[in-house]
């Protein structure tokens, strides 16, 4: 099986509420999704949504990236030289992160049909299921409360707080979400980069003293600043997990040799995809470091492919796959059933995905 053919198209999906973060707002999942097509017909998928404030990415850089300086060099390569791919995708360009991202995956796809097997399978095959959160937007504290009352009777057991923006407003919220939803629903803070070391500190502590119980925080501070994330996870109970401030396998090590955060969160739009985020993986079992896997503004291909890493590996413990929860419509067919907080892996070979409509299928 070759590769015969790399195609990139935009897809435009609408939320079903704003995306409010410390870093940005978003009403639409507008990303460029990629067909691989193999010369005995088969085609795999990918997906990258250009996350300009995060990996620097844009729709055109992306498109750019992939027709320009990827796809030239691995058109007519066997897929089963999956590691000669990987390496040659990754010296084409530095950095774009993205883009390679929606190659890879594409690739794996390809790959693991070339096995007639799903891809967590493949991968490691550890789970057939995995569980959700959901994001709450960061809003008035009536809203976030309301919406994460609107989850709880949705099925989710699972909340991801947005919070970074006003540190003692962060506390109201935090607390008000956490008398709302009672004690049993786990509760997972993420400021993006928004607090400041000594205020993040602050901030958890007093948390901490008012018996809130949270399962993590994440990213509380800027994303280079690996001192501040150093203090912070030293100086507070509940676990600190690093997203922006891992990139790379190398990133992992630091954070990790550093002790500069308990847990790390592995999103394919910044390791380039699931060959270098299966070398964090490693590192991880090898430090005894549990991971979580993370999306950004995804629809079902990308966190399909995000999901069956998930499924494949027993270090990724805590799943934050909630992209096409918080999408109005999907407009796929097949790969897993996103049931509210349950994803379930397909059983078809590869993501499981047969039918992308931009591509005219």
Not at 56 to 75: H, N, Q
Not at 138 to 152: K, Q
Not at 213 to 228: K, R, T
């Amino acid at each position: 099986m070759k590769i015969a053919k790399i195609e990139t198209a935009e897809v435009n999906i609408p939320l079903v509420t704003p995306f409010k973060t410390a870093l940005r707002t978003v009403e639409t999942v507008n990303d460029i999704v990629v067909r691989i097509t193999a010369d005995d017909g088969q085609t795999g998928y990918g997906e990258a949504p250009p996350t300009a404030v995060i990996t620097g990415e844009t729709k055109g850089s992306v498109r750019c990236a992939i027709e320009e300086f990827i796809a030239p060099g691995l058109i007519g390569m066997e897929i089963e030289n999956l590691d000669g791919i990987m390496r040659i995708l990754h010296k084409s360009m530095v950095k774009n992160t993205s883009a390679k991202a929606a190659v890879d995956m594409a690739v794996y796809d390809l790959f693991a049909k070339s096995c007639g097997k799903p891809l967590y399978k493949v991968l490691g095959g550890c789970k057939g299921e995995i569980e959700t959160d959901l994001t709450i937007s960061v809003n008035g504290t009536e809203e976030m409360v309301r919406d994460s009352l609107r989850a709880i009777q949705q099925g989710f057991r699972i909340l991801k707080i947005k919070v970074g923006k006003e540190g003692q407003k962060d506390v109201e919220r935090i607390k008000s979400i956490r008398q709302a939803v009672g004690p049993d629903i786990k509760l997972r803070i993420d400021a993006n980069q928004g607090w400041t070391a000594k205020d993040a500190v602050r901030i958890i502590r007093k948390l901490e003293d008012m018996g809130i119980d949270m399962d993590l925080v994440e990213q509380p501070v800027n994303a280079h600043d690996f001192e501040g994330m150093k203090l912070v996870t030293s100086q507070v109970q509940t676990p600190i997990l690093a997203d922006e401030s891992v990139f790379s396998a190398m990133d992992a090590i630091h954070i990790i040799k550093e002790r500069a955060a308990d847990l790390i969160n592995i999103k394919l739009m910044k390791t380039g995809g699931i060959y270098e985020a299966l070398k964090v993986c490693a590192i991880a079992e090898c430090y005894e470091v549990e991971c979580m896997i993370g999306c950004m503004l995804e629809s079902k291909i990308a966190v399909s492919a995000a999901a069956h890493l998930a499924a494949a590996k027993g270090i990724i413990t805590r799943a934050d796959l909630d992209g096409p929860s918080l999408c109005r419509e999907d407009p796929y067919a097949g790969g897993p059933s996103f049931l509210g907080h349950r994803i379930i892996m397909n059983t078809e070979p590869g993501l499981g995905i047969f039918k992308v409509p931009v591509f005219g299928e």
